[in-house]
């Protein structure tokens, strides 16, 4: 291609390319019809979400071109919280700016949120039918084993592109042992675990300015961490879903032993068995598998607390795409970024393997355990799917409860 000449025959810089061309302007009601299709039929978690998005947006009607799309996949990851969320709340931004990442982020995030309150009537209720029972103690003897699968699909691509195998490994066991053991304060591991390979990243010479620049919704975390210790029961709710929605790397799973911690062990909102039940409806209904927070919310505090506790949870993707994304393609080459995750990563998939303790420990009847067994064969050698899996678990459950075997309580 020649270079540009002025009058004088001098020749001119070539001008920096023009950022991606804007889709042809979307309506706001096919947003609205595409994601929510995509929030009631989104059942298996993050994968099938992007496989979704991606045939929509990138191959069915060419609205983002394939790198764009990657580009953004890869930007999401980098973030805390949901991915698969705030990749369904970016591609609405694409399409129609701030009020199409609203209309259509929320039409994902519904479908699953009416479905899974709805269960939770049913599960949580005072004096559930006998079917709902072993239904319920079923699938919880099946959650171990999807939290075994979770961790080991992320752990090998992350092996892979580790930095330092000390400390990755380090990372890894260092997550597994804060979810097996000190749940509550797993978030503290996490940070602290990017923290450190951030400082160890760091060059020498590198200037200090830039530094403080982290999520504004993370910074409101030791105010309304006050406010739920002094406040009621829905500020408790807020508090823990705001941790669920702000600090989760690499998956819902990775928030489960906070949230165990938080809802059966320190607030007393449900049971064990009951909370390995809202892991299983979190996995089982389409949309997003943090969802699961919803649950606890309504075993707090009824349907309102489902409802809040939905609603903070996804705050945070909202406000970090709204606010932020203009900067994905940048996010992405961001040392800072990718050093901080190179320490929270590992930390989090060790936080995903370590979670299957304390659910493990959730079980209290022998022929759970053979279920169990019998999962991580399905998942693991089988390689079968988790809505799969849960939904024959349950099935299994069902068949024993109504046969009179013992159930969980």
Known sequence: MSVPEDPSGRPQPVPPPDPAPAPSRVSLATVLREWGRIGCIGFGGPPTHIKLLRELCVERRKWLEAQEFEDAIAACNLLPGPASTQLAIFCAWRLRGRLGALVGGAAFIVPGLIVILALSVLFLAGSPPLWVL??????????????????????????????????????????????????????????ACGVIELAAQ??????????????????????????AITGGVLLSVAWVALKVGALSYGGGFVIIPLMQSDAV?????????????AVALGQITPGPV??????????????????????VAFTPSFTF???????????????RARAFLGGAGPAAIGAILGSAIPLT????????????????????GLRRGAVLTLVAAGATGTLIALAG???AH
């Open 321 to 335: 795409v709204l606010l932020g994304a203009s900067r994905f393609d940048r996010l992405r080459g961001d040392r």
């Open 202 to 227: 760091r060059p020498r010479h590198h200037p200090a300015a830039g530094q403080g620049g982290g999520p504004r919704s993370i910074l409101a975390l030791p105010l309304l961490a006050g406010a």
């Open 405 to 407: 075997g013992p159930l």
């Open 265 to 277: 062990g320190h607030y007393h909102w449900m049971t064990a068995a009951q909370f390995l039940n």
């Open 134 to 191: 072993g239904a319920g103690a079923g699938a919880g003897a099946a959650v171990p084993a999807v939290a075994v699968q979770a961790g080991w699909s992320l752990l090998v691509p992350s092996w892979r592109g580790r930095a330092r195998t000390a400390r990755w490994v380090a990372y890894l066991l260092a997550g597994a042992a804060s979810a097996a053991t000190i749940g509550e304060w797993l978030v503290l591991v996490l940070l």
């Open 361 to 380: 420990r959730a079980l209290t009847e022998p022929w759970q355990y053979a279920v169990l067994a019998a999962a991580l064969i399905v998942m693991l």
């Open 290 to 311: 943090v969802q699961t927070v919803a649950v606890v919310g309504y075993a707090a505090a009824g349907l309102a607390g489902g409802i809040l506790a939905s609603v």
